[in-house]
């Protein structure tokens, strides 16, 4: 597909992507690594990482934009779509959020709405090659249409809930949803309007 033309506003093309690691690098052990869907499921699965490789179906570049400002234009992404994910567990009605964990603590929090869309996936291999530790080894959610703080690196698990509850992010004021194009950047008042920096 098409990359598109124009940045989104607020936003300036960098190079590379500044890693990020709120709560430090976590250790990661392929043997004990899952990546499970659970919460208001019929099914709750647990994937393990040759189970995930063997899932992939998505290839595409898309943009990547973080909230402070910086994005990193056409990036190779391949993984599994969530969508593909979730119909194996097949939601129940009343989900409404699913709230991403990880190995370091991070959590965050995104509309099923958002998770359903064709384009998001769980990011196995960024530029062709498996995702680095810093990158978030060895998995991390992507939507292209949210800023990059819902891109949680080391993913555990999604848990699907019927309120919106806070991630770490959205606790200290960013978005519910976080959608690029609407400049989503800080929840309420804080939201669009706002000509506030972001603090991260
Ligand atoms: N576990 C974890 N995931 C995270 C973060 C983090 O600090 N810890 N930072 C988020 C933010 S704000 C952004 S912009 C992207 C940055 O991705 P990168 O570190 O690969 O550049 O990761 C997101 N996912
Ligand atoms: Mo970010």
């Known amino acids: 597909m098409e990359n598109q033309a124009q940045l989104p506003s607020g936003q300036r093309a960098v190079k590379r992507f500044i890693y990020y690691a709120a709560l430090g690098v976590p250790e990661v052990d392929l043997n004990d690594y899952r990546f499970k869907v659970s919460g208001l499921v019929e099914r709750e699965m647990s994937y393990d990482y040759k189970d995930l490789i ?3 179906n998505v290839d595409y570049k ?26 194996r567990s097949v939601p129940k009605p009343e989900a409404k959020w ?3 964990y990880s190995l370091d603590g991070y959590t965050t929090t995104v509309p099923l709405e958002e998770v359903k869309r064709e ?3 769980l990011v196995l291999y960024m530029n062709g090659k498996p995702l680095t530790l810093e990158q ?4 991390r959610p992507f939507f292209p ?15 699907l809930i019927k309120d919106y509850v806070d991630g770490y992010w959205e606790e200290r004021g960013y978005h ?21 920096r972001p603090i991260l």
């Open 145 to 159: 249409t949210l800023y990059g703080w819902k891109s949680a690196k080391w993913v555990t698990s999604m848990e």
């Open 119 to 121: 384009d998001s996936i």
């Open 98 to 100: 699913v709230l991403f």
């Open 62 to 87: 898309r943009d990547f934009h973080c909230v402070t400002g910086w994005s990193v234009l056409n990036v190779d992404w391949k993984g599994i779509r969530l969508s593909t994910l979730l119909s």
């Open 176 to 196: 519910e949803r976080g959608d690029v194009w609407q400049e989503e950047r800080f929840k309420g008042l804080w939201g669009r309007h706002s000509k506030k």
């Open 54 to 56: 063997s899932m992939i």
């Open 136 to 139: 978030g080894f060895p998995a």
